[in-house]
Antibody
Framework: QVQLVQSGAEVKKPGASVKVSCKAS????????IHWVRQAPGQGLEWMGW????????NYAHSFQGRVTMTRDTSMGTAYMELSSLRSDDTAMYYC????????????WGQGTMVTVSP | DIVLTQSPGTLSLSPGKRAILSCRAS??????LAWYQQQPGQAPRLLIY???SRATGIPDRFSGSGSGTYFTLTISRLEPEDFAVYYC????????FGPGTRVDI
């Protein structure tokens, strides 16, 4: 079965960077884009960007350009999202998501990684 | 960029009642709209894609309709597990989500 398993919670200081991993299983990793979506506490969902695991190509949301880097390791079937220059308003749950069985909607989600930015 | 607006912000209903949630797009998005349900402490779950197609394993009390700029999600008879937050989403060049509708008792 399709699974996306993310790395554990992180606590970072303002100005630092965080790197979250997302290990995929149960499908062909290089066949489907991986997206990242975040959710601040009590708030809605915000799309951050995607990576094409086959080519390594990326597309980032305007609001994160210059601060986010998405990479992948095809040998490990794992995608990564690194966010730099962290601020307190980056405190959020970060999800990796993908589209496997449907088009134009996210049918598989990771369990989420909580990133807390605090002095 | 496409902006999605959801209404109402909160819907207070009783189990067994019908819930109708709406999502409006700032410009036409054809049928490229999805709906998600999020329970507290959980990741969102896909309910509807392509405006009206149910995702795998979703009960038939959930139905979606609409096209262009106006869409609805209907829950025909609310079950206790349906009290949650619902988001609409458009997958375009920059995927975007609506602000959500909370369905509570």
């Amino acid at each position: 079965q399709v699974q996306l398993v993310q790395s554990g919670a992180e606590v970072k200081k303002p100005g630092a960077s965080v790197k979250v991993s997302c290990k995929a299983s149960g499908y062909t990793f290089t066949g489907y884009y991986i997206h990242w979506v975040r959710q601040a506490p009590g708030q809605g969902l915000e799309w951050m960007g995607w990576i094409n695991p086959n080519s390594g190509g990326t597309n980032y949301a305007h609001s994160f350009q210059g601060r986010v880097t998405m990479t992948r390791d095809t040998s490990m079937g794992t995608a990564y999202m690194e966010l730099s220059s962290l601020r307190s308003d980056d405190t959020a749950m970060y999800y990796c998501v993908t589209m496997i069985m449907v088009r134009r909607a996210f049918d598989f989600w990771g369990q989420g990684t909580m990133v807390t930015v605090s002095p | 960029d496409i902006v999605l607006t959801q209404s109402p912000g909160t819907l207070s209903l009783s189990p067994g009642k019908r819930a109708i949630l709406s999502c409006r797009a700032s410009q036409s998005i054809s049928s490229y709209l999805a709906w998600y349900q999020q329970q507290p402490g959980q990741a969102p779950r896909l309910l509807i894609y392509g405006a009206s197609s149910r995702a795998t394993g979703i009960p038939d009390r959930f139905s979606g309709s609409g096209s262009g700029t106006y869409f609805t999600l209907t829950i025909s008879r609310l079950e206790p597990e349906d009290f949650a937050v619902y988001y609409c989403q458009h997958y375009g060049s920059s995927p975007t989500f609506g602000p959500g509708t909370r369905v509570d008792i």
